[in-house]
Each structure stands twice: as structure tokens, then as C-alpha cells.
């Protein structure tokens, strides 16, 4: 007998189930409510751009356009129609290019002065798949974007709304951990500085970091190669690659911070792993997390509006953040979300052969939800005791019971499902009970 091939969700994507996908619902609500109170607008950009628009903002040598793009490609139809190639695409990484991209096509520096933008939605990248790194996975982001917008207080308030996302959300016992990186020349300057502390010890880095020596050589900081890490550590980073003027932008971050009460930890190994960052970088970290344990990063990206053609004068200052969905779901311990729970359970009640009962419940379901209140009943004709374990396992608050009795005196019985309490009244009081609930 042949068997027929099941379809399975691809590798590094899940289907977010009814049993979840309130979870997410409810965090994407107080996501967009928090970020609308300190004054951010959502933006929709396409799932997919040019792929050159990543390579340019996100740098050559950065893994997601090395080794996580994924390329959008079309196997070539049989038809004499012509086709568009559409190999120059690829699904988005991350927020900020598109973003970017939109923000320039769109004019917004002439339209407004500061441009506060939020985003909810997937992301996409050819990861290994592993606990907590997807290859579809969601981001909750902010940017703002804006002509002579390079003020440490928007630094400081981004980073704040960062934090109180988490602690909105349910999680606690993060980490915040900032550095800068200064002007673009702060950075030159810092590139060669590691340069040639790393030189002496450029033989023992691991194979990928020998490689990053030259192309990218921030990204050894990053490495999780333990000889490597022990190099780094031993570096003695500190803020010496930054401007008098960088530095100072820098403690007023600090002190702006500590004016809103956000806890942060300097971490002069913080660089962050694509190129358009300057100025100040920040990452969230959760021990809980395991391996993948970054929440949530952002910093300050100055020239990629210009770098994008939209900012010939230079003057374009702008800054932003993304959290991980899946990471804070799987982070988070205080929960007070409830499970969407119907309002009312109608159980109907016919004698063998009949439908009188069935077909008024059928009917009742329509008064009760066209007042907006949620109402279920099971389809299935069955016996007093299966309606009521269904009414149990949707958790409903109310249950109303229609039988012989109540159909032949126009009455319900209606059960308060927390308290127990049973009692019959008519019908007809059915509008005003509703009415007290919307109440
Ligand atoms: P990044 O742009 O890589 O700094 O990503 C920002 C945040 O998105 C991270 O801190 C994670 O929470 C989340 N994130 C990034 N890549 C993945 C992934 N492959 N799977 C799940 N979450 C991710």
C-alpha cells in the first residue's frame, strides 16, 4: 500500500498554535500600546528588498549577508510569456535597512523632524537551526530617524523603552550592557588600535578570527572560541579610541540613563556585528537563555541614511533596537495573560428525534455574539454531561442550559460557572444580562 508523504513546517520555522499564539497577541499589544506612549508609529515594510540594500547597509563581511541571506529564486517556468528575474531579492534580515530604505524613498526628513518608527514582524535567516536561533523569527523594533537627531537623551530613552518592554512583558533578571564606538573615524581608530594589540597573539586566534584580522576585525571580539575570548579579555579595552566630543555624547548617555533609573553595565568589548553602527551600541542578555542568550541590541547607526543616498548634507542622525519574540517568550517568568475563555457555553438539550432546543441555542449563539460578547455551543448533538465537559475544557464563565422545560416556558437556566450558582429566568432577560456584562 503506498503511503501518502505528510508535509512537515520547514526546518528553523514553527507554526504558532491557538494554545501560543494568544501569548503573542498579548505581547504584541502591550508592545505596540508601550511604544505608541513614548511616541513611536507603526511602519509596514515588504517582507523582501533588493539584496544589494542589505549588503550595503549591513556590510560585505557581516555573517547575515555572508552566510544568512536568504535569496529569493524562481525556477525558470515553461512559458513564452517573459519573466521577471527576481534573483536579485532577498528576504529580510532585519528591520533597519528596509526602514531605511522607506524613509529615504518616502521623504520623511521632509515631512517631519524626527521620525519615531516601530515594527512587529518576521525575520528571516539561513541560521543553523538551534534552541532560540530560528530562520524565521520574529522582532519586535523601534528607530528613530531624524536631521540633526544625534542627541544622547533619544539615546537614552530608546534604551529605557528597550528595558521597559521587558519588564512589561514578564521578564526580569536581564542585562544591559552598553558601549560606544564613537564617530566613524572614533572607529577607524579603534579598528587599528585592535589591530595592533591582537598582532602579537594573531597566530593563536582561531582559523575565523585569523580571517576577521583583516576583513572585519571587531568581529573577534565576538568570538566564542575560548583562546580567542581569553585574548580578548586580556586586551584591556577601554574608551581610548574615542573623540573629547564622542566621549562626552557617551557620558551624557551614561548620565541620561541613570536619570531614568536604567541599570547598564559598560562592556568596552561590545562592538556589535554590522558595520553601519557609530556612536553608542547596546545588546540584552538573559543567563537563562542558554547559549543564544541575547534578547534584544541596537545602538546608534549615523551614516547609513547617508551611505543609502538620502542625506547629502550628512546631517542624518539615527538609532534603533530589535528584540527577539521567540527569546523573550521563552525568557519570560511573571505572566498574567488569561486564555481566551468564551463568555457563555449554551447546552442543548433535545428529546430523541427533536431539534427545538438545538436549533434556539443555534439561534441564541447569534443574540449573544452580535452584542459582542463570545458565546460557543457544541455542534455535535450530545448528551447533558459531554456539553457540560466541554463547557469545562474552554473554561467558560457562563453556561446557559436550554431543555424541554426551559423551550415550553420560554425560560434559560443559566450557571455562573466560578460560583456554581444556577437559576432560571426568561428569555426576554437575556438582552439585559447582556447588557450588565458590557457594562
Ligand atoms: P540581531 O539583529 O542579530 O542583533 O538580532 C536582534 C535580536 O533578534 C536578537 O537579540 C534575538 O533576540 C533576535 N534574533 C536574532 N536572530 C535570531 C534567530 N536566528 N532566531 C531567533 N531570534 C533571533
Known sequence: MSTVRKFSVPRGTSDILPQDSYLWQHLEQKARSMMEVYGYREIRTPYFEETALFTRSLGQTSDVVNKQLLNISQAKKETSEPQEDISGLSLRPEGTASIVRSYIEND????EHLSKLY???PMFRGERPQKGRLRQFHQIGVEAIGPETSIAYLDAELIALSTKLLEAFGVSGFKLKINSLGTSEDKQNFSSLLRSKLQKDLSKLCPDCQGRFERNVFRILDCKNPTCRDIVAKLGLTDEHLSESSRKYFAEVKDALKMLKVPFEVSATLVRGLDYYTHTV???SHSGLGSQDALGAGGRYNGLVQELGGDPKGTIGAIGFALGIERILLARQNTDEEK???DF???ALDAEGKKDAY???F????????EGISAEMNFVTASMKSQMRLADKLN???VIILGEDELNSNTMTIKDMTSGEQKKIPQTELARLLNNLKK
Do not use: H, W
Open 345 to 347: 457555553f449554551i447546552v
Open 119 to 121: 515594527y512587529i514582524g
Open 282 to 284: 547596546f545588546e540584552i
Open 359 to 361: 436549533l434556539r441555542a
Open 396 to 398: 467558560a464563565r457562563n
Open 340 to 342: 481566551p475563555r468564551p
Open 108 to 111: 520623511l526628513d521632509k515631512k
Open 363 to 370: 439561534q441564541m449563539l447569534e443574540e449573544i455574539r452580535s
